[in-house]
């Protein structure tokens, strides 16, 4: 990546006879000092990123030139008016990509990312509140929270970011619980999308389902997530609405919670009607829309299982079009140390053939029954 050169603190840009009230620079600090008192500054490239869909980000002239009130053909490395360094790039005519970075956010992500890194480049890095970082003595930090400003921070190659180290515990042992913790220190921040806490109660949902052979309840997603009752009763609906649902969702199509347990209630009511109009509005979830049914009582997967011997659980499903949920929990266990041997199994399964899902299944009870037993 190019260089990136540090704007001064100061905006000459901006216009001081606005009537829109905006804090300084100096305010913006004075207030964050309180939440940056435990806080220090740490290196970026001590900070590990774990995403997992490569993503390639990157900034346009345009908005360059949005941000910094010139010409995109000023964005040159020479003194501007007011002693303002401006940015140099190798190619100006095209996009500044940045293909080591790996990220699976959708496009309301990337709005507020870019959000951030504005505020980092007029202001400096010190006006934002501290992320948190975990130690869990592996050599580099992990981001607990404070995510969407990590990834800000090295768009704009700082060098430091500021931060609150939390030392491993036992808590962190657990890709679950870890992400519980993350999800209840960003649930009532205005940076974490619909998509996000969404992403969490499936994954709730699926932890419940491996663990205690039942999917979570509402009173179960309010006890993991912290939510209102009446929050997770809405997310609960919305989890076990059709795919069509969830995939508005995650596209941040659907980017509120009122909105998508309407859209679950009206499909339920009259999907045909319902669908027929949302094909027009949304033709490239045309697949989605003609899977989209409800059934009563319909289940994705059934999983009973035994309470003396995790090994004993048995798999009932009806098609082979409902064999997401075990997708899911093949794919997603396949990733750790324990079931590593997952991963050979899968490697070449034809999800949609029932007697291949149902063998890797096996496979997977078999791998269970140990991990779980301990």
């Not at 205005?190 to 499936?202: Q, R, T």
């Not at 949304?282 to 009563?296: A, I, N, R, V, W």
Request: aromatic share 10%; glycine share 4%.
């Amino acid at each position: 990546m190019s260089g990136m050169f540090r704007i001064p603190s100061r905006n000459s840009n901006t216009d001081s006879g606005t009537t829109e009230k905006k804090l300084s620079r100096d305010e913006l600090v004075s207030k964050s000092q309180e939440l940056r008192r435990d806080a220090g500054p740490i290196r970026m490239d001590m900070i590990h990123h774990n995403l997992s869909n490569v993503r390639a980000l990157s900034f346009t002239p345009q908005q360059l030139k949005s941000w910094l009130k010139v010409g995109a053909s000023d964005c040159v490395i020479q003194k501007k008016e007011g002693d303002i360094l401006f940015p140099s790039f190798d190619n100006l005519e095209h996009k500044l990509k940045f293909d080591r970075f790996a990220l699976k956010k959708a496009k309301s992500d990337y709005e507020e990312i870019c959000a951030l890194a504005k505020t980092i480049y007029l202001d400096g890095i010190s006006v934002l509140p501290p992320i948190k970082l975990l130690d869990d003595n592996s050599g580099v930090y992990k981001v607990i929270y404070g995510q969407r400003r990590f990834i800000a921070a090295y768009i704009l190659e700082e060098h430091l970011i500021y931060a609150e180290i939390e030392k491993s515990t036992e808590v962190y042992n657990s890709p679950f619980e870890v992400a519980k913790i993350q999800f209840k220190e960003n649930a009532g921040q205005s940076d974490m999308s619909l998509a996000d806490k969404l992403s969490f109660v499936e994954l709730v949902n699926t932890e419940y389902t491996i663990k205690y052979g039942k999917p979570a309840t509402v009173s179960d997603l309010e006890k993991e997530t912290g939510l209102s009752n009446q929050n997770a009763r809405s997310f609960y609906r919305v989890l076990h609405s059709c795919e069509l649902v969830k995939k508005l969702v995650h596209k941040h199509v659907i980017t509120s919670l009122k909105p998508a347990v309407k859209l679950h209630q009206e499909l339920k009511k009259n999907p045909a009607k319902v669908r027929s109009e949302l094909l027009k509005k949304y033709s490239e979830f045309e697949g989605e829309l003609k899977e989209c049914s409800y059934f009563e009582n319909e289940e994705v997967a059934q999983i009973k299982s035994s309470k003396r011997d995790y090994g004993k659980r048995t798999l009932k499903m009806g098609t082979t079009k409902n064999s997401e949920l075990i997708k899911d929990i093949l794919k997603r266990y396949s990733k750790s140390k324990e079931f590593s041997q997952l991963k050979t199994v899968i490697q070449d399964l034809d999800w949609n053939d029932f007697e291949q899902i149902e063998k890797a299944w096996n496979s997977f009870l078999e791998i269970g029954n140990t991990v779980f037993s301990e």
